[in-house]
Nanobody
Framework: QVQLVESGGGLVQAGGSLRLSCAASGRTFSKYCLGWFRQTPGKEREFVAAIDWNGITYETDSVKGRFTISRDNAKNTVYLQMNSLKPEDTAVYYC????????????????WGQGTQVIVSS
């Protein structure tokens, strides 16, 4: 079992930055692929970024060059550094974990956090 707890959301002006954190329980954190997704009302959950066991990262095109995912296995934590934020980045952000990268990438992950709200004002 893995429990995920996100933090770091909030209200920021366009062009600003936020860093989301997701702390995980469990002793096998390093064996999981980790990802960030976001969702707005009435829309499906959208893939944002992921990082595999080797630290290789993947980002959706709309956030490339602005968002960076990273992990600290010693702290059982995955981060999402978000720079140059835009109003369209406003959403609830969720972290997810799964041993299988494709499952994670397709939002079929076994474990999800409760979400943290990000609001970007124009």
């Amino acid at each position: 079992q893995v429990q995920l707890v996100e933090s770091g959301g909030g209200l920021v002006q366009a062009g600003g930055s936020l860093r989301l954190s997701c702390a995980a329980s469990g002793r096998t954190f390093s064996k999981y692929c980790l990802g960030w997704f976001r969702q707005t009302p009435g829309k499906e959950r959208e893939f944002v970024a992921a990082i595999d066991w080797n630290g290789i990262t993947y980002e959706t095109d709309s956030v490339k060059g602005r968002f960076t995912i990273s992990r600290d296995n010693a702290k059982n934590t995955v981060y999402l550094q978000m720079n140059s934020l835009k109003p369209e980045d406003t959403a609830v952000y969720y972290c997810a974990a799964d041993p299988n990268f494709q499952r994670l990438r397709n939002a079929w992950a076994d474990y999800w956090g409760q979400g943290t709200q990000v609001i970007v004002s124009s």
